[in-house]
């Protein structure tokens, strides 16, 4: 086989792969994702379980993710590949590394979608949208612009040529520069917001609704949720954080630019819930509105605002960049794959895998309309059940709480639930168990208690965390907790 050389490319410091790493991070995931599933799974609970997820399983696996990156320089498949041969494993770990390469190109398919409604508010920003708006016009505007493929598929496409272009042009030169301006100024303008949510909204109601965990809202299934969704907004387990580390300079310190984004995206996030609910809680939306809650209540925060139209439409423009810098890291893989292996030019790879994704994003995109009826895992209740307490009365699909996903429900949750944590739950066991201590330490540059705690956190909490919950979403937990007489 050939030697697939490690990569040159090194960010020009510590701090531009911080921000592009930030970039990542930060994006749909934090400003949209995060508070429409906090208001789906009741608060409180679920961002207490995503709080302690972030701090115990993200972090040190962010941590493990760059240093498997930096040691290996190479995109994912390869990195895992070169390390495990090195360390005298078998090579087919580089398998962990392509699953996250397909991990992206998913994501991607229907990222590109949501992020094309962010832009689509550009112009009907501009154009008067705002004037006058109302709970009830605003969502108006937003089903209009679901019931409407062609609209969505233009800024569907021209959100992923913009990615693409990026991309093919090396992510380098145009990334760094995005990222240090526009980064500082989304949260500059995050804040802004905070201000007009404590003033004009419902404050009090929105702290006690994500601060006061209610337990009894968490179900097995919104507990795997949180945990997908700490992955999901931290950028982690498919290899995107893995590949920016391959860029990562030596003199860095792993644990430190690790701490400095997971710290960045929480607070993106949490500052996100603050901004949503006040005027969710004032207007008396319904917390549980699922996607369409952030394109739903901003626009009337900015309705209400002196210059909300230009507020606004400088907003959604943060909005698409955010989401542009996180795009760029789940194309980066899959496009440094095909330079490395299949010694395709750079701008051609990202050209062709750049139109497999806009075709796959069809099928999100068609889920907001004509598809929204379609349930591809329905058929899962063929299945014969084999637990009578669990899927007797109502099937597979009904039990896993799959029954009534769309496409695009069925691609958000596979990688977000099921993709993302399983690539940290291997990530876990290969930096935490199967590689040689002195190498690790060396290179996160941490020993001692601090090497231990984050091996004991990796090794073991990170590791079992994954697998209870994922035991526990598909009910198997419930059950073997059920023949000892434990009720679950
Ligand atoms: N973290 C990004 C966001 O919050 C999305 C993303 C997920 C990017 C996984 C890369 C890998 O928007």
Request: hydrophobic content about 55%; overall charge neutral; glycine content about 12%.
């Amino acid at each position: 086989m050939a030697q697939v050389g490690a990569t040159e490319t090194r960010w020009s410091s510590r701090l531009t792969f911080i921000l592009a790493a930030t970039g990542s991070a930060v994006g749909l995931g934090n400003i949209w994702k995060f508070p429409y599933e906090v208001g789906q799974n009741g608060g409180g609970a679920f961002v207490l379980v995503y709080l302690a997820c972030v701090l115990l399983v993200g972090l040190p696996l962010m941590m493990g993710e760059i240093f498997v990156g930096r040691k290996g320089r190479r995109n994912p498949a390869d990195s895992y590949g070169e390390l495990a041969k090195a360390a005298g494993r078998t090579p087919a770990w580089r398998l962990i590394g392509s699953m996250g390469i397909v991990t992206g190109i998913l994501i991607l398919s229907f990222y590109s979608v949501v992020a094309g409604w962010a832009m689509a508010y550009i112009p009907d920003i501009a154009g008067g949208m705002l004037d006058g708006a109302t709970a009830e016009s605003v969502g108006k505007h937003l089903e209009g612009l679901w019931a409407d493929s062609d609209r969505m598929m233009f800024w569907h496409s021209a959100f992923l040529i913009i990615t693409v272009a990026i991309v093919a042009l090396g992510i380098k030169g145009g990334l760094e520069r995005a990222v240090k301006y526009l980064m500082p100024a989304l949260a500059v303008m995050m804040l802004m917001l905070l201000v007009y949510g404590a003033v004009a909204g419902d404050f009090v109601a929105a702290l006690k609704f994500l601060f006061t965990p209610d337990f009894s809202a968490l179900t097995p299934q919104s507990i795997l949720s949180a945990v997908g969704l700490a992955f999901f907004s931290l950028s982690l387990g498919m290899g995107a954080v893995l590949m920016y580390g391959a860029y990562l300079p030596e003199a860095a310190s792993i644990p430190r630019v690790a701490a400095a984004v997971v710290l960045a995206d929480t607070a993106i996030a949490l500052i996100a819930g603050l901004v949503i609910f006040p005027i969710v809680f004032a207007e008396q939306l319904p917390a549980a509105g699922g996607p369409g809650l952030v394109f739903k209540t901003l626009p009337l925060a900015f309705a209400a605002m002196p210059y909300g139209s230009v507020l606004g439409l400088v907003f959604m423009l943060l909005l698409v960049v955010a989401a542009i810098t996180s795009a760029i890291s789940l194309l980066e893989p899959v496009v440094s794959w095909s330079e490395q292996r299949l010694k395709l030019p750079r701008w051609l790879a990202a050209l062709a895998w750049g139109g497999l994704i806009w075709a796959l994003g069809l099928l999100s995109l068609w889920s907001m309309n004509d598809w929204g009826e379609v349930y591809p895992l329905a058929a899962l209740d063929f299945a014969p059940c084999l637990s009578e307490s669990f899927c007797a009365q109502r099937g597979w699909a009904e039990a896993l709480g799959v029954a009534r996903l769309t496409w695009f429900g069925l691609l958000d949750g596979l990688t977000s639930n099921v993709l993302l944590p399983l690539g940290g739950l291997m990530l876990s066991i290969f930096v935490g168990r199967l590689l040689d201590h002195y190498v690790v330490s060396e290179e996160l540059g941490m020993s001692g208690i601090l090497y231990a705690l984050w091996n004991v956190l990796v090794r073991y909490v990170a590791r079992i965390a994954i697998i209870l919950v994922f035991l526990n979403a598909v009910g198997i937990l419930g059950y073997v907790l059920g023949l000892f007489g434990v009720d679950w």
